[in-house]
């Protein structure tokens, strides 16, 4: 006897309306200081400033792609596509992922340049770009901190993280030169520049790709959830058990389970109190579970 059914994933579009106002709103503050670093960056010969309004350029990208996800994610599964259009977060995720190991290596190949032959840098107009900047970061990360679910949101938001982090390093490599006169500071900020966009990059490219390769979301373990299982009466094995993300947030699981003769008189019942234990400890609301009676020989080959 099996339970199982199709999923249609479709979300609300008030679901997403607060993150695409968010992300709209950042792709205006993003957009208009990126201009004002790039602009401030020639004027003060500062590759730092012209890295971090690069690096903008990708944030303004990533947000775009993650607004154009978020965005298409409500739309209703078609019958050919049962889970809806989830996975575009995902992959969005990823080319915000690839873009950012891009830009990072454009960045070093210019610092080293620049620290074998240093360039005079304006440390007064440093400054205040720089300060500039750091607020509009700040703001920006303030704008997106509410939709934390979202690893699309969350990549947009490590964007502009990484901007505020290397905004700062700029101000105080701008009070260096002011004060100090030594100019390679500027290109060895834009090489921690890079590096902390490595990071970050690798660490939304670990997720997206083990989302990609349906492994076992982080944090939960597939021999705890058996355990879990066959703590509900009747029960009297677990097996082909298979749990993995459709997308950050929304975790499926499907397997196999064994009731005894008097559970299987009342399957429906066992299968309930299944269901509702996977929702209530592991948040696993998308589940299809088949099942097997103990005399039930298994026709095929289970993974």
Same mark, same amino acid.
């Given at each position: 006897?099996?339970?199982?059914?199709?999923?249609?994933?479709?979300?609300?579009?008030?679901?997403?309306?607060?993150?695409?106002?968010?992300?709209?709103?950042?792709?205006?503050?993003?957009?208009?200081?990126? %201009?004002?670093?790039?602009?401030?960056?020639?004027?003060?010969?500062?590759?730092?400033?012209?890295?971090?309004?690069?690096?903008?350029?990708?944030?303004?990208?990533?947000?775009?792609?993650?607004?154009?996800?978020? /965005?298409?994610?409500? =739309?209703?599964?078609?019958?050919?596509?049962?889970?809806?259009?989830?996975?575009?977060?995902?992959?969005?995720? %990823?080319?915000?992922?690839?873009?950012?190991?891009?830009?990072?290596?454009?960045?070093?190949?210019?610092?080293?340049?620049?620290?074998?032959?240093?360039?005079?840098?304006?440390?007064?107009? %440093?400054?205040?770009?720089?300060?500039?900047?750091?607020?509009?970061?700040?703001?920006?990360?303030?704008?997106?901190?509410?939709?934390?679910?979202?690893?699309?949101? =969350?990549?947009?938001?490590?964007?502009?993280?990484? !901007?505020?982090?290397?905004?700062?390093?700029?101000?105080?490599?701008?009070?260096?030169?002011?004060?100090?006169?030594?100019?390679?500071?500027?290109?060895?900020?834009?090489?921690?520049?890079?590096?902390?966009?490595?990071?970050?990059?690798?660490?939304?490219?670990?997720?997206?790709? !083990?989302?990609?390769?349906?492994?076992?979301?982080?944090?939960?373990?597939?021999? !705890?959830?058996?355990?879990?299982?066959?703590?509900?009466?009747?029960?009297?094995?677990?097996?082909?058990?298979?749990?993995?993300?459709? /997308?950050?947030?929304?975790?499926?699981?499907?397997?196999?389970?064994?009731?005894? =003769?008097?559970?299987?008189?009342?399957?429906? !019942?066992? %299968?309930?109190?299944?269901?509702?234990?996977?929702?209530? =400890?592991?948040?696993?609301?998308?589940? /299809?579970?088949?099942?097997?009676?103990?005399?039930?020989?298994?026709?095929?080959?289970?993974?």
């Amino acid at each position: 006897m099996g339970a199982g059914h199709v999923h249609r994933a479709v979300a609300s579009p008030g679901d997403s309306e607060s993150p695409r106002r968010s992300l709209r709103l950042a792709i205006g503050l993003t957009a208009a200081i990126m %201009l004002v670093e790039f602009a401030g960056g020639i004027r003060a010969n500062s590759l730092a400033l012209i890295s971090d309004a690069g690096h903008m350029l990708a944030d303004i990208l990533a947000l775009a792609m993650a607004l154009f996800a978020v /965005t298409i994610a409500v =739309r209703p599964a078609p019958a050919r596509r049962t889970f809806g259009y989830h996975r575009v977060e995902i992959l969005s995720a %990823l080319v915000n992922g690839l873009l950012l190991v891009v830009i990072a290596i454009a960045i070093a190949v210019e610092a080293w340049r620049r620290f074998m032959a240093p360039q005079p840098v304006d440390g007064g107009i %440093l400054l205040t770009i720089a300060g500039i900047g750091l607020l509009a970061n700040l703001a920006g990360m303030w704008m997106l901190s509410r939709h934390s679910r979202s690893i699309n949101v =969350r990549s947009a938001r490590m964007h502009i993280a990484s !901007d505020a982090l290397s905004s700062a390093g700029v101000l105080m490599g701008g009070l260096v030169i002011r004060f100090t006169g030594w100019q390679r500071v500027d290109p060895i900020l834009s090489a921690g520049i890079a590096v902390m966009i490595l990071v970050g990059a690798f660490r939304i490219l670990k997720e997206t790709v !083990d989302i990609l390769l349906e492994a076992t979301p982080v944090g939960m373990e597939p021999d !705890d959830v058996c355990q879990a299982i066959e703590t509900v009466p009747g029960v009297r094995g677990v097996h082909d058990l298979h749990i993995w993300s459709i /997308t950050s947030g929304m975790t499926a699981l499907s397997g196999h389970v064994i009731l005894d =003769r008097e559970a299987m008189a009342r399957s429906d !019942d066992a %299968l309930n109190r299944i269901k509702g234990l996977l929702q209530e =400890r592991f948040a696993i609301v998308h589940t /299809t579970l088949q099942i097997e009676s103990e005399t039930y020989t298994e026709v095929g080959e289970v993974h």
